[in-house]
């Protein structure tokens, strides 16, 4: 018994598989071996390096036999992760592997849950310093919290987990006096890392690694709600350059650490050697079954691959950012008051991902457009990406003042003849990007409620009033007092005028005359600049700019100027859905359309619906009494005519309007014209004319095609009242009384699409193309995916379309070697590419394609031709026979 002791003792490999087997059997030899290992493990606390190989392999049997002595194995996970957290700087990098690799063994069999496990594989991932090592530990925290999630959302492990990303990313948030620095000096933390003694927060390896992690079950959709949103939104604000950079660009949608992912990408598969290899090897079903397998997978990948070349915001995680007016804040304080610490990269990736929270939550951060307004300069390095910056941060509700500065900024910088063409068409269309989102921008100067009802006071009384042909002296000082608020100079104080108080539309004009420019990126960025205010606000364009289209919506009432913060697609009702009513209208009918015999009676009982029609006998009974009954609620619906044949009167006052034709209605219109314009000179004449000029420094109205007078005011009014009562009517009820599905609005778009073709078929217009345009993309980009990043602005939408400049010899080069890339150097193809099995050309595929020439002058031919008689009828006798042999 005591060799057979002695015999397992020392091959522990053996005594694991008997102990498996039967473990009663064999409890007092582990128990041996238990004790052994605490004793072990005691000197192993005092010096690591002493018996490491035999406390490895007592460590390994041991978590191969703990299911069998639960009891007795119960500590032995406390007492490894002990070692882990306390002693892992000094021990040996095999004894590190062997600890952990049985950490994970223990969680695959189930003694310890993942929490436990978890809890001790996080603190080491920034203290590893073996890259093997590394990429183990976050394979396995990865996969164990997919594994815990796979089925249903695993709360409590999650919340756990979220819990330590959240301490590990906040340690280290609160060291500001280091803000700006890349995580490479010297520890300055002397607190405890998550029961340790290493100093690892002052360089953010912690929070690198929250970051990291967070973002990796972020990208693999395991956790997709607010909290890891939240824990990489703290890391925006950490103090270390690289923890805040990491997590920037998770918001971007551009990470550059592609490298990092545990996803082991499958390569792909070559179809010719597939091929190939069916055609070398043995013929059965299963291989064709098998080669048509690998080739379906093939095409889906072919056909499924995503094109990374552009970068795409994340915008699920913009949106699930929890308070982004004060996150917006924070971040603009970081960038304002670290501005000397940060490079000029960095810098723009915080306006980046500052402009486009601010777009997408619609938030105000005023102190943001006066900061980018230094970095505004034609020799500013990356100028393009701060101007797409700048337009990315403008919404709707940005008050024009305050963008009025950032607008004379970008003119005066960028636009002027002294800059390059490149420069003036990528000012304009940030202009453009600007006034897109914000277009009252270009606008007249703004005013308080008491100069508006003061100039309105003065308008009026100078109408009424008559003078004389000579202005007394007070008009005529207010006229040099207009002439030298012209120029800039204020009379009062001699002080320039603020920014925020400047009239635009001048401005504008003269950006719009860019278009007579001779370099085309110049032109389209104006003709951009024109068409945009065509649409939006006609009124700050002179006449002459306007367009038919555009005055036509002025003239009648389509296009009017809206204040700041109203909105002039009010959410009234679903835009088309008459449509699709319409169409439902339609259906209704074409399924009733075999009722056509009885459509006259239908249509004589439609009239009829809420009304009690009562029976023959109760009418005599009624008649016999004289009176009839009828509901008072209806009273006022009845409308008593003196005239019988009232409906024949009515069909001919509707023949008689139908009768005045288009033709008519204008002239019409130029005779009223025509009339009031002969009222104005006349009224001129009398000295009782419009004045020419206007008080104080204000831009002449007249020439942007305002209107004085109250008469045409009152008709705005009227026809806006008239159009406003007359959407109310047409406005459809069936959003009201019916539950529109996703299949109405797919059934929407295509009717809308189809109204917009129909209108350009008929003429619409320029504007009527772009509708249908934008109809067709919007459709388009629905059908491939919802992205919501099209909205954002590129680096492309600024810089405008650009000429391919001429390469020189190194880039010439490269495109030479990229195109010999894959291709063999010698030997030609022919013939090979067509065929099943590959092999060049017979030698009767050869003689086919001989020339005429050649084949003449063969020996075959030659030898026909000098052929005696005796081997002619050889030839055909042999001929004979094998035509017999053939039909036999």
Known sequence: MGGRSVLLTSNLPQLQNLIKRDPTSYKDEFLQQWNHYNSIRLIFH????????HFRELVAFIAQVATCYPKETAELPSQISTILLESYGM????????????????RNKNVITPIELLRTLFPLLPRTT???LRSNIRKTILSDIRTANIRAKNHKLNRAIQAMLFGMV?????????????????????????????KTAGRGEDAMWAVILTKELWRKGIWNDVKPVSIVAIGCLHPVLKVQSASIHFFLGDDDEKEDSDDEEEE?????????????????????KKLQKKLNVAKKKKHGKIDTSRSRANFPALQLLNDPQTFAEKLFTILDRYDKRFTLDHKILIMQILARVISAHTLFVMPFYSYIQKWLAPKQLR???????????????????????????LANEFVHPGVGSEVIAAGINAITEICRRQPLVMGPRDEDEDDVMRKQKEHRQKNIDTKDGAENQLEHLEKEKAEIRKLGIDDADGKRPSDKDVDLRPLLNDLIEYRKSKDKTVIAASRGLLHLYRETHPEFLKKRERGKEASINMKTAVARNLPYGHSANAAVDIEGLSLLESHFQQLREEENGHDDADSGEDNNEAGWDGWDIESDSDSESDSEDGWQDVSSDSDGDIELSDSENENGEQKEQNKN?????????RRREKKEKREKQRVKEEAVKNGRGINEKIDNDEVDENEYGFSGDDEDRMDIDTEEKTETRKFEQDASTLATTKILTPADFKLLSDLQIQAAQKSVDIGGGNRAKRKLAALEAGRKSQNISDDPSASFISENDILGPRKKSKADYAERMASIQKGREGREKFGSRKGKKTKDAPSSSTNREKARNKPIMMILSSGSVRGKKKASLREKQQKLRAHIEKGKRAKK
Do not use: W, Y
């Open 46 to 53: 005092l010096n690591p390096d002493e018996h490491a190989q």
């Open 91 to 106: 021990l040996s990098p095999d004894t590190r592997k062997a600890l952990i690799s049985t950490m994970v063994l223990l």
């Open 130 to 132: 073996s890259s093997s």
């Open 170 to 198: 906040e340690n280290g948030l609160d060291d500001v006096a280091n803000f700006g620095n890349k995580g490479k000096q010297k520890e300055v933390n002397n607190g405890i890392h998550f029961g340790t003694s290493d």
């Open 268 to 288: 792909e598969v070559d179809v010719r050697a597939l091929h190939h290899r069916r055609e070398i090897n043995k013929k059965s079903r299963s291989g064709d």
């Open 383 to 409: 100028v393009p990406s701060i101007l797409v910056a700048l337009a990315q941060s403008v919404h709707a509700l940005i008050p024009p003042q305050t963008l009025k500065p950032v607008v004379l900024k």
């Open 657 to 665: 309007k139908g009768k005045e034709t288009e033709r008519q209605e």
